[in-house]
């Protein structure tokens, strides 16, 4: 399996999932030019996708898609009530590229075992997704405001996991947002904190787990030092050395990270 983000944050989201030759995007956040440029600086094909997947209908993470899925002809991926979310806002899909994501049901990309899990943000019907391949688990949790049951049970113990770390309490709390920003933030139905991410964290790694991606960043109330710090920290307090025992990496905003193959 080879994994990368390629971009990450609120101004735009997509990250690249390629097994045995399947190779997928989950969300596509930016322009359709921006997406295939930052795939191509990775050396990878956007002729080699099979389909994007959708977490959620909020433009960070839709900006592209109608574009891709129409140049390339792709199948996109969205549960039915995300699917009345955003068709008004991509521009028209092939009614053969108008997939649903059914509860309860795996999706099959060749080798490439997709399941999708829900998780807890202010959109009609957000999840994240895990992915399986030859024994490989791949976990992907962000948009949440708290880690829901089912999502714990499908990443617990994931290999690698691409994970929020949103925001930085005293950052947010103490920022130029207007309060009823903040509250949405803060909610259930808002974003995890770099502490609360930690502490998820703490919790899901296991014996496989050989590396965190810290995700979807704010650029108003966060810095990469201060997530990677703060989690890193966590995981210490519940004795893991993210310098001996674990990769710990924070995802760039607007760049591909570490290509991670297993």
């Not at 322009?31 to 050396?43: D, F, H, T």
């Not at 617990?156 to 920003?181: C, Q, S, T, V």
Request: some cysteine.
């Amino acid at each position: 399996m080879r994994v990368c983000t390629l971009a990450s944050g609120s101004s735009g989201n997509a990250t690249y999932v390629e097994g045995d030759g399947s190779a997928v995007l989950v969300d596509a956040g930016l322009s359709g030019k921006a997406v295939i440029e930052l795939l191509e600086s990775r050396g990878i094909d956007p002729l080699g996708l099979d389909g994007i997947l959708v977490t959620h209908e909020h433009i960070d993470h839709i900006r592209g898609i109608g574009v891709l899925s129409r140049k390339f002809d792709l199948k996109v991926y969205a549960t039915e009530q995300t699917w009345g979310a955003v068709t008004p806002l991509i521009g028209e899909i092939r009614d053969y590229n108008r997939c649903i994501l059914e509860p309860g049901r795996e999706l099959e990309k060749g080798e490439l075992k997709i399941e999708h899990f829900e998780t807890s943000h202010d959109a009609v019907d957000s999840i994240g997704f895990c992915f399986h391949n030859e024994g490989i688990k791949i976990g992907i949790t962000t948009d949440t405001g708290f880690l829901t049951s089912s999502a714990r049970k499908e990443i617990d113990g994931a290999d690698l996991m691409i994970f929020e770390a949103n925001h930085d309490l005293h950052m947010l709390k103490n920022g130029r947002y207007p309060w009823n920003l903040k509250k949405r933030i803060l909610s259930d139905r808002g974003h995890l904190s770099n502490i609360a991410a930690g502490h998820c964290l703490a919790s899901l790694v296991g014996g496989k787990t050989s590396g965190i991606v810290l995700a979807h960043l704010s650029k108003e109330n966060n810095i990469p030092e201060l997530a990677y710090s703060t989690v890193a920290k966590v995981l210490e307090e519940s004795g893991l050395n993210p310098e001996r025992d674990i990769v710990l990496e924070v995802a760039p905003r607007s760049e591909p990270g570490t290509l991670w193959e297993f």
